[in-house]
């Protein structure tokens, strides 16, 4: 006990448990402070291990399959032998023909769409055409002929889904003589192979994931995954309005264009400063609407929720009544209602506070008053959701939780810091998360109340203009609608976004605990 | 009504985690099996593993002589009690039992006359038409048995299905599902933590620990002659005492030495040991309370205890004693014979004089935590 | 003595709280209510059209709504609204429970890759997939004028990725019963139909009701695919472009405030209606998304 005391504990040191609890409130937060930056090398170099560790495993995958390619070709019979060019034949041999089949007409359709189109958009693929549309004179006709030219972002387009294509015949191959070996050894046990009748059947209960999932991940993988695909290419080459793809074609430009991103600043381009800018900004309006909504729909949840307050369900409807009306005409109004012939003025003249249009408050035409109105007019429109959520889980913290404090002898502000607080930051730690990357990408709130607005020359860019309030997203959605649409520049603010939010998350989800482990709750 | 066996069983979780290991067991038709074991033995996923939930790692499950290691539950015949009942909550108590009947397409005549049937043995006609949420937890039980009852299937499984009501319903129930047991008299499959339950309810009881089956056996059995140490704890309550002590052979006798007393091993156990020739060493014995018998200040046989804890059950008395070197000791005392003299010798702090009965002492190597008799 | 006076004092203190709070929620009230209170005040304003500062009209009348619905397109664009916000709702519902069902209830192997997939794509701008998504459409001739099949493919054929809510509604759903079903016989899709729908009717609703007030509410998606011509907008599209200019504002103002209240007293009412559910999906799947 005495040489406990005795021990003289540094929050730089490593502590064990029991040291930790001997140090004082401030210094243990020092202590958490100190070891979170302590961690983050060990956190990076875990992350590197982790990146080479996947890599790794990659390739020790593609190395066990082409040994089990091999092995099964040279121990399986004739029938596996065959299937191994003609799809499917060792399944319909076998007497599961509907599975051959379907393999058969995959490897006939690939084979007819590579020999019809699939070369053809290949071999343009690494220049993205040569060949410009125009007329050309043609001496035998002694005339100007139209010439159709390549089309630089139909080759992009079909060649990349060319791409994914022999990934997926590759895949499906593998999976093809997988089935023979799977089949074979079946067979060698004395069992029956499933009939297409039992395949069909297990689709509704075994493989009933199969079934389900189809549609809905047809439908991401065309309507997200390809279109990501092919901007993440879009931000590697010079694809403007100028380079349209088939009046002027466009090309691969390498890492030109982050190069630019981060260097370009000239007095009618300034670029980098400008995204440096906008991205400071962005972060700061997400933490600001973020915290803001969370604390306030807190707050007033606690009010409602409050032991003798009266009529909580007529308090609850008028917030949430707020939130049915779609949110562009409130965002809509709203704005109009702050702007300078608005509402708001009128009043001020009304009481006598203001007398004049020069004195009229101008709230969208500054940057300080824009930024604070859209972060305020952002509280009104999120706080009835968050009182919500917030209402739900303050009805589950258990109130023998309260009765066992107010026994302890806490205040009511002690039972919020010590009770509520932590349970509600627990609950809520992947909501915040995913709230904070919403606001990152909150396209609506500022694009129709502010509109970026005001514009800041200093923000400038090849591109056009920019506001004060402009977020990334609202900045990327001016540069594409822009005279100039610089898809390759939106494209390369994209994956900017994309890295941020990344980055973020991924330090989030290793410090917060409740955002791991999904069967916790269940 | 059929015969369950399991060979070389064996299920593995994420590659290492080994949950059940290399079970065998060949359940006879009609034969009531009980699994018991501490939570995470692996009792639960094996039935889990009969009933279709889990998927086999290894080894091959038969129902009536035919391999269901690929089958769906919906395939083997079975029907199944949860622990926490899985009712429907939005179909009626009528609905629920029919529920297996409704899947199967039976006619409405049929299922009617079934359930109605199920209900009345269960007590639970009146509650047909109610939701399961306006039921008590015992009624709940009631029908979920019937859920599985009215289905006729091969084997019976019940996954702990008494954990979740109080003690008193617990006992109301048990008594209840061995007379259920007379009436569908099919193969029943039973997993419980519970020892009395295990023993009470069960025709051989299956005692698992680290997804091992440590023995198999009658109630009887397991209990009369447990295979290791684990088993011998496990099994009665309260628990038995355990502790180091040396046998001795003087002669053609056997004595143990346990807390500088000295004690003759009589009766079937010494014969025992003598036929198995036991080498004296130092071994671990171990005595159940109800076979610490009160002894007298003096006598070579008896060791002197103080008591720390007396808790009176009514019948008997639990007493925790210290003997002189700390071993903490459980005695069972039946009140019938003691006096008001005795009784009041025995409040806490007093001093007591114990011995062991001979006869039904248990002796475990010290290493390998075997039953040296078994 | 002494105690009777602090139990006083704590009576006296409960009571000046709870004034400060109903203070508090009468004006939070107020100031909620009121954009809402001036937006129906000027669209039956008839002495002007354009902005104007103060709230109480000085002439009342119908005349925003009836030239809303004579001299605007505005019956096309909530006739579009209408017709997107229909087939949303039931494409996008069964999409979302297929998704949400099989990632709660199945177990696959590809299960965690793909929800870690749909992690990192949720981290990508959704305006940027538009951008291609909008060369397609217009080649497919879905854009503009008929942008409507255009816009509910859109919305619909990624709504998958919002899985959250609802699964976090079926996580909740204790697995037994999936489990007492399959052994009394069901195929797993009887499990769904006949178990877990069933169960799922607040989330179903939630589902639907979200999914249908989407294309109300959205700006973005709508503007780029339909910016150009009329009778391809939907509401918010059309009202923005009503006000988007300083001369339009002055023209279109109180027009605007008509479409506005005409478009949100039926999201209003609707919601009103399904208010039970939707407090149960968001305060229940919400969090633990």
């Known amino acids: 006990m005495t040489e406990y005391n005795n021990k003289n504990i540094s929050i730089f040191s490593d502590l064990n448990d029991l040291d930790y609890l001997r140090l004082s409130k ?109 007329s050309v004179y043609d001496p035998i006709l002694d005339t100007y002929v139209r010439v159709e030219g390549d089309n630089s972002f139909k080759i992009l387009l079909y060649g990349t889904l060319t791409i994914l294509f022999i990934i997926a015949f590759i895949y499906t191959w593998r999976l093809n003589v997988k089935q023979n070996r799977i089949a074979e050894s079946i067979l060698k046990s004395g069992k029956k192979l499933k009939s297409g009748k039992e395949d069909l059947q297990s689709m ?84 600001l609407a973020t915290f803001t909504n969370y604390f306030l729909g807190m707050l007033v949840a606690i009010m409602i929720n409050k032991k003798g307050i009266k009529f909580k369900k007529m308090w609850r409807g008028i917030l949430v009544l707020t939130s049915a009306v779609p949110q562009f005409i409130s965002l809509l109004y709203v704005s109009k209602m702050f702007a300078v012939n608005g509402v708001l003025n009128g009043i001020l003249v009304k009481w006598g506070i203001i007398h004049d249009l020069s004195e009229y408050l101008r709230l969208w035409e500054s940057p300080t008053t824009a930024r604070i ?150 | 009504m059929a015969r369950v066996k399991l060979t070389n069983v064996q299920k593995v979780y994420d590659k290492n985690v080994i949950a059940v290991n290399d079970f065998n067991l060949d359940i006879k038709d009609k034969e009531f099996v009980v699994f018991v074991g501490p939570s995470g033995c692996g009792k639960s996923t094996t039935l889990r593993m009969i009933a279709g939930l889990e998927e086999i790692s290894g080894g091959t499950i038969e129902i009536d002589g035919v391999v269901v290691n690929d089958l769906q539950p919906k395939d083997r015949d079975i029907a199944m009690v949860f622990q926490n009942y899985a009712l429907y909550p939005h179909l009626s108590v009528f609905e629920n039992i029919a529920f297996p009947l409704r899947i199967q397409k039976m006619p409405q005549d049929e299922i009617f ?26 009624q709940r039980q009631r029908v979920a048995i019937g859920r599985a009852m009215v289905r006729d299937s091969k084997v019976f499984l019940m996954d702990e299905p008494l954990s979740n009501l109080d003690a008193k319903l617990r006992n109301q129930m048990r008594a209840e599902i061995i007379l259920l047991r007379q009436k569908i008299n099919t193969t029943f499959v039973y997993v419980t933590h519970d020892q009395t339950e295990a023993m009470t309810l069960g025709d051989r009881i299956v005692i698992m620990k680290d997804g091992l089956i440590q023995q ?157 008799l078994y | 003595m002494d105690k009777k006076k602090q139990h006083m004092g704590m009576k006296a203190k409960t009571r000046l709280s709870n004034g400060i709070i109903y203070t508090a929620l009468t004006i939070i009230s107020i100031i909620w209510l009121f954009p809402f209170f001036c937006l129906v005040c000027e669209s039956f304003r008839c002495e002007s059209t354009y ?46 429970l297929c998704m949400s ?134 509401v918010a599209v059309g009202l923005q472009n009503m006000i988007g200019t300083s001369s339009s504002m002055a023209a279109n103002y109180t027009m605007f405030c008509a479409g506005g209240v005409i478009v949100a007293i039926p999201i209003t009412i609707l919601f009103m209606a399904l208010q039970k559910y939707y407090v149960e999906g968001v305060t229940g799947g919400a969090v633990k998304g």
């Not at chain 1, 089990?68 to 023909?97: C, E, H, P």
């Not at chain 2, 309550?237 to 004595?255: H, Q, V």
């Not at chain 2, 009784?343 to 040296?372: C, P, S």
């Not at chain 3, 009836?66 to 997107?84: E, V």
């Open chain 1, 26 to 134: 401030l210094q243990a937060i020092g202590y958490d402070v100190v070891h979170f930056f302590k961690k983050i090398p060990t956190f990076f170099v875990n992350l590197f291990k982790a990146a080479i560790a996947i890599i790794k495993g990659f390739f020790v995958k593609i190395k066990d399959e082409c040994v089990d390619i091999v092995t099964t070709f040279t121990n399986g019979d004739w029938k596996t032998k065959v299937s191994y060019l003609v799809m499917g034949f060792g399944s319909i041999a076998r007497g599961q023909i509907l599975r051959g089949l379907l393999f058969l007409v995959f490897e006939i359709v690939f084979i007819v769409y590579m020999a019809v189109a699939g070369f053809y958009w290949l071999g343009k693929y690494s220049t993205l055409g040569t060949l410009k549309s125009g």
């Open chain 1, 204 to 287: 509704m209960d075994d493989e009933f994931h199969k079934t389900l999932l189809a549609l809905p991940v047809f439908g991401i993988f065309t309507f997200t995954v390809f279109p990501i695909i092919f901007m993440i290419l879009v931000a590697f080459t010079n694809y403007d309005a100028a380079h349209d793809g088939y009046s002027n074609l466009f090309t691969w430009v390498g890492l030109s264009n982050f190069n630019s991103l981060f260097s370009i600043n000239t007095g009618t381009d300034n670029l980098s400063f400008a995204f440096g800018e906008i991205l400071s900004w962005t972060l700061m309006w997400a933490v």
């Open chain 1, 373 to 522: 109105m859209v972060v305020l007019i952002n509280v009104w429109i999120g706080i009835p959701y968050l009182m919500l959520i917030a209402t739900g889980i303050l009805m589950n913290i258990p109130t023998d939780l309260y009765e066992s404090a107010s026994v302890d002898g806490a205040n009511t502000w002690q039972q919020y810091t010590k009770i509520t607080l932590p349970y509600m930051l627990f609950v809520t730690g992947p909501y915040l998360l995913t709230s904070f990357i919403g606001n990152i990408n909150n396209f609506n709130v500022i694009f129709l109340l502010s509109g970026g607005g005001p514009t800041n020359p200093k923000l400038l860019t090849s591109a056009g203009a920019a506001g004060d309030t402009d977020l990334l997203i609202t900045w990327l959605f001016k540069i594409v609608n822009g005279a100039g649409s610089k898809y390759y520049l939106a494209s390369v603010i994209g994956i900017m976004i994309f890295v941020v939010v990344a980055s973020l998350s991924l330090i989030v989800y290793n410090v917060m605990p409740s955002t791991r482990n999904e069967e916790d709750y269940s």
């Open chain 2, 113 to 138: 006359k079934r359930v109605t049937n199920a209900a009345e043995i269960l007590g639970i006609t009146d509650y047909l038409n109610r939701k399961p949420r306006a039921l008590s937890g015992g």
């Open chain 2, 216 to 372: 198999v056996g009658t109630p009887d059995e397991v209990f009369d002659m447990p295979k290791n140490l684990f088993v011998a704890e496990f099994i009665g309550a309260p628990k038995m005492n355990t502790f180091e002590t040396d046998l001795i052979r003087e002669g053609n006798e056997y004595y143990v030495k346990p807390f500088g007393a000295k004690i003759k091993v009589d009766g079937s156990k010494g014969e025992e040991l003598k036929k198995a020739d036991i080498k004296p060493a130092k071994v671990i014995l171990g005595v159940r309370p109800e076979h610490i018998l009160l002894g007298h200040e003096g006598d070579p046989d008896s060791i002197e205890c103080t008591v720390q804890v007396n808790e009176m059950m009514g019948s008997e008395l639990h007493l925790h004693v210290l003997t002189k070197d700390n071993t903490s000791l459980i005695v069972r005392v039946p009140t019938v014979n003691l006096t008001h003299e005795q009784r009041d010798a025995m409040v806490n702090g007093h001093k007591i004089y114990i011995t062991f009965a001979g006869k039904v002492m248990h002796f475990f190597d010290k290493e390998t935590k075997n039953n040296l």
């Open chain 3, 51 to 96: 902005q104007v500062e103060y709230i109480i009209p000085q002439k009342w009348g119908f005349d925003n709504y009836i030239n809303l619905f004579t001299k605007t397109d505005f019956p096309i664009w909530f006739k579009n609204t209408f017709i997107i916000a229909l087939f949303v709702s039931v494409l996008q519902t069964i999409i979302v």
């Open chain 3, 101 to 234: 069902y099989t990632l709660s209830r199945l177990r696959f192997k590809s299960r965690k890759p793909l929800m870690n997939l749909m992690l990192i794509l949720g981290m990508f701008p959704g305006f940027l997939s538009l951008i291609l998504l909008y060369k397609l459409l217009s080649s497919w001739g879905m854009t503009n004028a008929n942008s409507i099949p255009g816009l509910i493919l859109v919305y619909v054929a990624s709504s998958g990725m919002g899985y959250y809510v609802s699964k976090g509604y079926f996580d909740t759903i204790p697995r037994s019963l999936d489990e007492a079903a399959r052994v009394d016989g069901c195929t797993r899709a009887q499990v769904l139909t006949k178990v877990i729908l069933p169960l799922a009717k607040p989330i179903v609703i939630y589902t639907i009701l979200t999914a249908f007030m989407g294309p109300w509410g959205d700006f973005m998606l709508a503007n780029y695919v339909a910016h150009a011509t009329s009778a391809g907008m939907n």
